[in-house]
């Protein structure tokens, strides 16, 4: 069965920082491309980050561009999203999902997705 399950969400002051993880199982972790994404109050789904296979290459919206960093450790089938200077505009909740390839930006039809972790960046 597949699962990618995101932990380490919580409450943080702004400035703040917050590593988010993902915890994935029952597919080849090693061979897919890994997203995280978030989802605001009253808002769509919107791209935060990418990572490839063999983390080589990485990509970030503009917004947590030099903020955040994603990597993955495949060995223990788990990814990552390190969150420092953090904004209250950045509260959300933030989903990890995969793909066989790589999506640009919004609107990628993901293969799996999880269920989510909640930051919430407020004084």
């Known amino acids: 069965q597949v699962q990618l399950v995101e932990s380490g969400g919580g409450l943080v002051q702004p400035g703040g920082s917050l590593r988010i993880s993902c915890a994935a199982a029952g597919f080849t972790f090693s061979s897919y491309w890994m997203y995280w994404v978030r989802q605001a109050p009253g808002k769509g789904l919107e791209w935060v980050s990418t990572i490839n296979i063999d983390s080589s290459r990485r990509y970030y919206a503009d917004f947590v561009k030099g903020r955040f960093t994603i990597s993955r450790e495949n060995a223990k089938n788990t990814l990552y999203l390190q969150m420092n200077n953090l904004k209250p505009e950045d509260t959300a909740l933030y989903y990890c999902?995969?793909?066989?390839?790589?999506?640009?930006?919004?609107?990628?039809?993901?293969?799996?997705r999880g269920q989510g972790t909640q930051v919430t960046v407020s004084s």
């Open positions: 999902a995969s793909l066989p390839y790589y999506c640009k930006g919004d609107g990628c039809n993901y293969t799996y």
